[in-house]
């Protein structure tokens, strides 16, 4: 896509401080960090987000996911490691290429201010959300 700041970063038509290459995936340094190690990994074949990212290149990309983690956690002894993927405005997804987030983990009070407000859900009423995800498999 020549009009996507990703796919211009995969080209080396814009520049990265890169991590990790191959045929499928590219990681790269996240430009303000959340932290100190915050990396994205990306698909080299473009898919604005999850919804439209064929099988084929999630086996791909997620394949490399604990390679690059584990990288991270050698470097830096993180105490913990978030992986996130905004897909959507609403969710926070600033960039249309598909990118994961690898998050490390310092302190459970830096850096990362998730919030993460659970609701009560009876069993009937989580037997019917589960019935509405699978009948759409
Ligand atoms: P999102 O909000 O879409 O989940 O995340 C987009 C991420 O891309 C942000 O964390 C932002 O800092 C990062 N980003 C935006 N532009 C650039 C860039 O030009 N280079 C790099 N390395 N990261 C970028
Ligand atoms: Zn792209």
């Known amino acids: 896509m020549s009009d996507c700041l990703f796919c211009k970063i995969i080209d080396g038509s814009i520049p990265s401080t890169k991590i990790y290459e191959d045929d499928h995936v590219y ?12 990396t994205l990994l990306i698909p080299k074949h473009h ?9 084929e290149v999630a086996r791909n990309l997620y394949a ?16 913990g490691l978030n992986t ?4 959507g405005a609403a969710a926070g997804q600033t960039v249309f290429h598909y990118h994961l987030h690898f998050i490390p983990r310092y302190d459970e009070k830096e850096g990362l ?5 659970t609701q009560k859900y009876s069993a009937e009423q ?6 509405s995800i699978k009948a759409n498999l």
Do not use: R
């Open 64 to 79: 490399v996911a604990p390679k690059i983690a584990n990288a991270i956690k050698a470097a830096f002894q993180p105490i």
């Open 113 to 117: 201010g998730l919030i993460w407000q």
């Open 84 to 87: 996130i993927n905004n897909n």
């Open 126 to 131: 989580l037997a019917e959300v589960a019935e």
């Open 27 to 38: 990681a790269f340094t996240d430009i303000s960090p959340v932290a100190k190690g915050h």
């Open 47 to 55: 898919c604005q987000d999850l919804f439209e990212m064929p099988e």
